[in-house]
């Protein structure tokens, strides 16, 4: 019975073809709306995420510099902008190495330098740190080998070349041994890194790194300001911020000399303001799916009244109150229903399309695309609900009188 | 003889414009099983009203309608629906087919409604149609059929049931004379087969095809007489 009901509803719908997929792209552009958003907004935060972690999830920064943004900053107002705080010296450094709860500490100093073999020259962005670097920030070797104790200390002259900066300066050959001039001074390639992933934005291997006393030698000293550090355990990383802030505060002695930021805070500040952003834009969509269902009332409601004398001829050959609501509900379900899985079909490819053109990356969620679907048709039972009672409600007698 | 439809005192009045219009004034007359009855009147005496009240499309205002041995002058809408898909076949003045539908697919429309399985329906459906000289036309919608053809369908409906009443209103006033002969030649075969016919008709000569003639007038049974066999 409901299998041949749903059969002739598909008949009923497709007699009216024009009128059906005209109701039916309400459906359509509501459900692709919700799919197309939230899978973009999924893929956006899944970017950012994968961009974040791909520095390292146990990843914490310790900057030392006037941060007029701390606590107790907003007071100074009259005052001039205070001295600098004195950069960190290497064995400040190593205590906050010897942490409880840091596993390693790498000064770094950024700046761009002009990377020259032979006559080909390259701008790049160069990094001036320590041994710990690599493991700190997730970097592997794809040949030779990193920066030692010995080249920090002895401030050699030797350069490990991103996989990116490598593959600019020397193509397929391998440069481990070659010479590479930095800002002019010659430089012993010692090292090359393994390619990262790169996520959108920045690519994360066109860049080289040298010890941070050849730095200072190189650049003039600017001393230490940045430390990268790894915590051992990310679920304890606040416990590890507050104790690195607790050695700061007792060197520098004011809460404004310092920051030290935790990857992961950043993440999940990040990812939360996304999962909002991400349900506001499904329920912006969702209005339109409901748009939709309004559309499916108002051609049922049309669709009743212009089929009130079937509905006295069923009823006169015997359909119940029940088998025409059953026949309408169906109808309007069946119109939600296929207007839903066009939808779907609509927002994968559509959400695809966006995700191309604006290279971002879009996230299709089963579990998104299943609950646009019911929606679809939950609004489809009921806006149809009111059209299918005032059908299954005509009295016969009345409904065979109109004509 | 048993009595299939007794009508006692069957009154309908209409609500309009706060007053009551009566359509029917105290009808009463029995229906035995296997007769053939015509019921005659003017336009606007009230036949249709009586169709719908004998078919339980409506109820009666006042007055009592036992239809095969059940008092449906107050029965539920649920009740009338179950009376009308077991007890009652109908043919009406426009055909009534459902466009959607094709010719093998409308007659077995009350089997549908009587949870019988798709082989069955077709099946029966088929053998209906086949009575009425159409099995030729099974997969024809009602647009692709003529006036008359269009009937025969609708009377393959109404009798696809076995129901003990086929009730009929105007069958003949939309076709033709000779179609209209045709439709009349397949009720007095139904008829000679045993089935119980009530046919509302406004032509005399239409009327003659029953054995009895109900006359009504503003509501009212004016004259109610054996047809003499000619
Ligand atoms: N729903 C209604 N509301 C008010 N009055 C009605 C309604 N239906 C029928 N009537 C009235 O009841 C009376 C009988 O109508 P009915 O349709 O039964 O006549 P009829 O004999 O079938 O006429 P016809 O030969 O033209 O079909 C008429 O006066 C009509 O106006
Ligand atoms: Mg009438």
Redesign the interface.
């Known amino acids: 019975m409901i299998g041949q009901t749903v059969r002739l509803s598909f008949r009923a719908i497709w007699s009216q073809k024009v009128r059906t997929v005209l109701t039916m792209l309400g459906v359509i552009i509501g459900v692709a709306a919700v799919i197309a958003l939230v899978a973009l907004g999924n893929g956006s935060a899944r970017s950012i995420t994968s961009r974040i972690q791909s520095l390292g999830s146990n990843l914490i920064v310790a900057n030392v510099g006037y941060n007029p943004f701390a606590a107790g900053a907003a007071s100074s107002t009259t005052s001039a902008p205070p001295s600098p705080p004195p950069p960190l010296t290497q064995s400040q450094v190593s205590a906050l190495a010897s942490t409880k709860g840091i596993s390693a500490a790498a000064p770094v100093m950024s700046g761009t330098a002009t990377l020259g073999v032979g006559s080909s020259t390259l701008s790049s962005s160069l990094d001036g740190t320590n041994g710990s670097y690599s493991s700190i920030l997730g970097y592997h070797l794809a040949d030779g080998r990193f920066l030692s104790p010995l080249d920090v200390q002895a401030a050699n002259p030797v350069i490990v070349l991103g996989s990116g900066d490598a593959a600019s300066l020397f193509g397929n050959e391998n440069p481990v041994g070659d010479i590479v001039t930095v800002n002019g001074m010659p430089f012993h390639v010692i090292g090359v890194l393994a390619s990262k992933a790169s996520s959108a934005g920045e690519n994360p291997n066109d860049f080289a790194v040298i010890p941070w006393t050849t730095y200072n030698q190189v650049f003039g000293s600017t001393g230490i300001t940045s430390v990268d550090l790894s915590a051992a355990n990310h679920a304890n990383v606040t416990k590890d911020v507050g104790r690195l802030e607790d050695k700061l505060l007792g060197w520098l002695g004011s809460t404004q000399d310092y920051t030290v930021t935790a990857q992961s805070q950043i993440l999940s500040t990040l990812s939360s303001v996304n999962r909002t952003t991400t349900l506001l834009l499904g329920g912006v969509a969702s209005i339109s799916l409901i748009v939709g269902g309004i559309g499916i009332m108002n051609i049922m409601l049309v669709s009743v009244t212009e089929r009130t004398r079937e509905i006295g001829i069923r009823k006169a050959v015997g359909a119940s109150t029940r088998d025409v609501l059953a026949q309408f509900l169906v109808e309007s379900l069946v119109l939600a229903g296929v207007g839903g899985l066009i939808g779907v079909a609509a927002g994968v490819a559509f959400s695809h399309v966006i995700a191309n053109a604006l290279k971002a990356s879009a996230a299709v969620s089963l579990p998104m695309t299943a609950l646009a679907f019911g929606f679809a048709l939950a609004v489809g039972l009921v806006f149809g609900l009111w059209p299918a009672t005032r059908a299954a409600l005509m009295r016969p007698a009345a409904a065979l009188r109109v004509d | 003889m048993a009595a299939i439809a007794i009508l006692d005192k069957v009154s309908k009045r209409y609500p309009m414009a706060g007053q009551e219009v009566p359509a029917l004034r105290e009808i009463s007359f029995t229906v035995q099983s296997g007769e053939f009855v015509s019921i005659m009147g003017p336009s606007g005496s009230g036949k249709?009203t009586l169709m719908?009240i004998l078919?339980c499309?409506?109820v009666p205002s006042s007055g009592s309608y036992v239809l095969n041995g059940i008092e449906v002058s107050a029965l539920s809408?649920?009740r009338l629906?179950?009376v009308?898909?077991?007890q009652i076949g109908?043919v009406?003045q426009n055909f009534?087919?459902?466009s959607?539908?094709n010719a093998v697919e409308n007659v077995a429309?009350?089997l549908?409604?009587?949870?019988l399985s798709?082989a069955e329906q077709h099946e029966r459906a088929a053998a209906a149609l086949e009575h009425v000289g159409l099995k030729e036309r099974m997969k024809y919608r009602p647009n692709q059929l003529s006036g008359g053809q269009q009937q025969r369908v609708a009377i393959a409906?109404a009798m696809v049931?076995q129901a003990p009443i086929i009730l009929a209103d105007e069958p003949t006033g939309n076709l033709d004379s000779q179609t209209g002969h045709e439709v009349l030649e397949l009720f007095a075969k139904l008829s000679r087969d045993g089935h119980t016919i009530v046919m509302i008709t406004h032509d005399h000569e239409v009327a003659t095809w029953g054995q009895r003639t109900i006359e009504i007038k503003d509501g009212r049974i004016v004259a109610d007489r054996e047809v003499v066999a000619q």
Do not use: C
């Open positions: 249709t719908h078919g499309l409506d809408e649920m629906t179950d009308r898909r077991k109908f009406f009534n087919l459902i959607t539908l429309l009350p549908v409604y009587q949870r798709q409906r049931t």
